[in-house]
Every structure is written in C-alpha cells, then in structure tokens.
C-alpha cells in the first residue's frame, strides 16, 4: 500500500512538472509581446498553485479520514479485548470457585480416610497386643 501511495504521488508530481513545463516551452515559442508573456506566466502560475491547494486539501481530508477510521478501529478491538477478558476472568473465578468447593470436599473426606485408616492401625495394636 505504501509503495502504491509512491506511485500516485511521483505521477502527480510528474503531471504537474509536465504542465509546467509543456506551458513554459508554449509560451516561449509563442509570438506574443512581453506583458502579454509575463501575463501568460503569471496566469499559469496562479492556475498550477489552485490546483497544488486543492491536491494537498484533498490529501488531508483523506489522511484525516483514515486517521480518524484508525482509531474507531482500534477502539472497537480494545473494546472487545476487554470484554474478553472480562468474560475469561469471570470463567477462570468460576472453575477456581468450582476447584475449592471440591478441595473443600476432598477435604473432609481425606480426614475421614485418615481417621479411619488410625482407627485400623490402633485396632489392630489392640489385637496384636491381646495375642500375645
């Protein structure tokens, strides 16, 4: 896209050298009197300067538009972004929330098991003891 933007810029830069310099070398070989010249110059000149104005305004007004989509642009995608990682925070706090209810669960029964497994071995003291 930049090369291609070279591209305009170096023809429109070409066709108005051209211009003027195809004007300058028709009025040189023109029969006409000095004032009329000068006149003919100045005339061009203020012709050629017109055009260049409305050029580098129309240039501008489009710079400014695609600044101006740019950031619209890019507003919506930090927009989104952010809805995004709202929405994976939410879900990263629910399966976290999810995670410690069944820790919490895993908890109780882990003490059981324990209590269980005590109660075993102290059983089995017992009966050990009483065997011999």
Not at 10 to 27: E, Y
Not at 62 to 86: C, F, P, Q, T, Y
Not at 114 to 125: L, Y
Request: proline share 1%.
């Amino acid at each position: 896209m930049a090369n291609g933007g070279n591209t305009v810029k170096g023809f429109l830069f070409g066709l108005f050298a051209g211009g003027a310099i195809g004007a300058a070398l028709a009025l040189l070989y023109a029969p006409k009197s000095g004032t009329e010249f000068r006149g003919d110059i100045k005339k061009r000149k203020d012709e050629l300067v017109e055009d260049a104005e409305e050029y580098i305004s129309s240039a501008r007004e489009k710079a400014v538009s695609l600044i101006n989509d740019g950031k619209k642009r890019a507003d919506a995608m930090i927009s989104d972004a952010r809805k995004r990682a709202e929405d994976l925070l939410q879900d990263a706090e629910k399966v976290l929330a999810g995670a410690k209810e069944k820790a919490g669960g895993l908890a109780g029964e882990s003490e059981k098991i324990r209590d269980a497994v005590k109660a075993g071995v102290d059983t089995f003291k017992d009966e050990r003891a009483k065997g011999k």
